[in-house]
């Protein structure tokens, strides 16, 4: 099976112009067929305060009531997406930005409302990837720069965390390629003290990160991209890596899920 690697930057990445001008050099010039998944949470949080509404975030996913989805729209889908793009042209990578609305590339459902009411916040669902569609972008030479923002096909907006739209990406397209599912951030792999970038823990697997999570080793916004992780190895992706923004052409860099 032909490779593909699916590759997601966090915040911390780009929101930092000297970060994001390095990684969009450095994965512009990967050989073969790639996608990037971006997130973006910070800017957003950040517009929102200056707009004078509070970002509310449980269990690191946003709460996203109708004033907070046009911001995570203008901010995901519009500012962040497009300067991803140009970038990326700039680098010879002939990238296209997308939404999931975009193209039917990704079609969710509204999180149904239990103990939180998450607002517009999109849930996967086992048909939500046109994987169809996104392999004629990337036999055409295209590389896919997705945002966080995907849609129920009913004319409503919804925001979805930028990890899960990499992890069912991955899923989604297991079956037509052999899929690297590299999550970027800015620290160098999954650690055994966040305040030691040297206690990288080179492999994990489920009982591993259960037990680090009880003992609080594993927190916040770890905790759904493990989870995201473990559940794209579960269903079919060859290879899933954790690992620092600098380090993406590094083969023994970060923490490998297994
Ligand atoms: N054991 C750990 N190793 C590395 N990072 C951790 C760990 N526990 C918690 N974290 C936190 O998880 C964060 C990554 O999640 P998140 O902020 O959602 O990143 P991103 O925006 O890249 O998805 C790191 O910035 C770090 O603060
Ligand atoms: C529903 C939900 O939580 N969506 C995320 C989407 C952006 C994201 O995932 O950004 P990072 O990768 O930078 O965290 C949010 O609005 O924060």
């Not at 972008?137 to 990499?166: K, M, R, W, Y």
């Amino acid at each position: 099976m032909e490779k593909l690697n699916i590759v997601k930057i966090g915040g911390n990445i780009v929101e930092n112009e000297t970060a994001l001008s390095a990684f969009t050099n450095v994965f512009a010039n990967l050989k073969g067929k790639k996608i990037l998944v971006h997130g973006g949470g910070k800017i957003a949080s950040k517009l929102a305060s200056d707009l004078g509404i509070e970002a509310k975030m449980v269990n690191g996913r946003r709460i996203t009531d109708l004033e907070t989805l046009k911001i995570v729209t203008m901010v995901y889908a519009g500012l962040t997406n497009k300067s991803i793009v140009a970038l990326l042209q700039a680098n010879h990578c002939d990238a296209i930005g997308l939404s999931g609305a975009d193209g039917n590339t990704i079609r969710t459902i509204k999180r149904p409302v239990k103990e939180i009411d998450y607002g517009f916040a999109g849930d996967m669902t086992p048909t939500s990837i046109h994987n169809k569609r996104i392999q004629s972008l990337l036999e055409l030479g295209l590389c896919p720069v997705f945002s966080a923002i995907t849609h129920n096909g009913e004319g409503q907006l919804l925001n979805t965390n930028a990890d899960t739209i990499a992890s069912a990406l991955a899923v989604g397209l297991a079956s037509n390629y052999d899929i690297s599912l590299i999550y970027c951030f800015e620290k160098r792999g999954v650690l055994k003290d966040i305040e030691d970038e040297g206690s990288v823990i080179t492999q994990i697997n489920r009982t591993h990160y259960s037990m680090l999570k009880e003992q609080g080793i594993i927190a916040d916004g770890m905790i759904p991209k493990l989870d995201n992780a473990f559940d794209a190895i579960s269903k079919g992706v060859k290879k899933v890596i954790i690992k620092h923004a600098n380090d993406l052409t590094d083969e023994q860099a970060g923490t490998t899920i297994f």
